[in-house]
């Protein structure tokens, strides 16, 4: 009993999306930081961003932003670097870490539908 | 085991054998001989231009005590957990006019005056307290060896540039007196204690 709860409390804390948090851990965690809270204006937070469990958010890991105009009042300089070298499985499984650690409205993303989003970026 | 992390580990020994005398900070790097006397390493000269353009000297910081770290704007590696250690330093010293932050670029092609500006609004700081210098790229490289930072140019690392995340503090004198790990939370609140008592030392000398 005692062990069937640990297990259930170890299970808890460990994120589903495991391949999805060693490549956030080792792509995005420097500037969003473990916890996603992001760094004030500098570099947004992933845990009310209005991107989370949008295919746009798979864009913006492939390309990048680049926009240093002010003219945002909420962020002054737009700039994250592309991970152009992350496959459509990687970005999928990124996508489903992000959204299932900071989305409310989680729901597992599919290869196909980022496929889908990685061919229709702006 | 590196100078660094011996020269840390006997201070928090200092620091756990004596934690109710208010000691004095030590006085970090080699001693050197100039003119016949005795003196504690100082950090090297800088001519570099702050977030506003205006150029600025040791001289400028002859009457406080500050923090400095090397980074870049465009780091994608260890910089934002950097500048989230020394935006809580920069917020836990706000009071105390006495103290600076100090943050040199390494890379001052793309990292201008007014893009230190920006990251400095986006950071939420007091430009007043918080002073971004940008200046010759050797000059800076070679200043950020007497300040016990690592920087070089490496086109292999992320960004272009290796460097390490250590928060330096430096008194009135240009001495180093203690100094941090930004990418390590936890050795922030030991930091900010030594600044504490550093410019304590300067407002009720003994």
């Known amino acids: 009993m005692i062990i069937l709860g640990f297990s259930f409390m170890l299970a808890c804390n460990e994120s589903p999306y495991m391949q999805g948090k060693r490549l956030y851990v080792a792509n995005c965690q420097n500037c969003h930081m473990e916890d996603g809270s992001g760094l004030a204006k500098l570099v947004p937070s992933l845990q009310e961003s209005a991107l989370l469990g949008s295919p746009v958010i798979a864009c913006i890991i492939k390309n990048g932003i680049q926009d240093t105009i002010r003219n945002d009042q909420t962020f002054l300089v737009k700039e994250m670097p592309a991970f152009g070298k992350l496959s459509a499985t990687e970005i999928t499984n990124i996508t489903n870490y992000i959204n299932h650690s900071w989305y409310k409205n989680f729901k597992e993303t599919n290869i196909t539908e980022i496929e889908s989003a990685l061919k229709n970026c702006p | 085991m590196s100078p660094f992390k011996l020269i840390f580990s006997m201070l928090c020994l200092t ?29 090297g000269q800088f001519n570099h231009y702050n977030q506003d353009s205006v150029l600025m000297t040791n001289k400028d910081f002859a009457e406080y005590i500050y923090v400095a770290d090397f980074f870049f704007t465009s780091c994608p590696s260890i910089c934002p957990k950097v500048a989230k250690e020394m935006l809580r330093i920069h917020d836990a010293l706000k009071d105390d006019p006495q103290v600076k932050v100090v943050s040199f670029t390494i890379d001052p092609i793309r ?7 920006l990251y400095g609004d986006n950071l939420g700081i007091d430009h007043k307290k918080w002073i971004f210098l940008t200046g010759d790229k050797d000059a800076t490289l070679d200043l950020a060896a007497t300040y016990f930072v690592a920087a070089l140019e490496d086109a292999d690392a992320p960004g272009g540039f290796d460097h390490s995340g250590k928060i330096v503090l430096i008194d009135k004198q240009g001495h180093v007196r203690s100094f941090s790990e930004g990418t390590d939370p936890s050795t922030t609140p030991k930091l900010i204690e030594d600044i504490k008592k550093l410019s304590a030392s300067y407002t009720h000398p003994k």
């Open chain 2, 15 to 43: 620091a756990i054998a004596c934690n109710d005398s208010p000691t004095e900070l030590p006085y970090l790097g080699n001693k050197v001989i100039e003119n016949g006397k005795e003196i504690y390493h100082t950090v």
């Open chain 2, 111 to 117: 990292d201008t005056p007014q893009r230190l500006k």
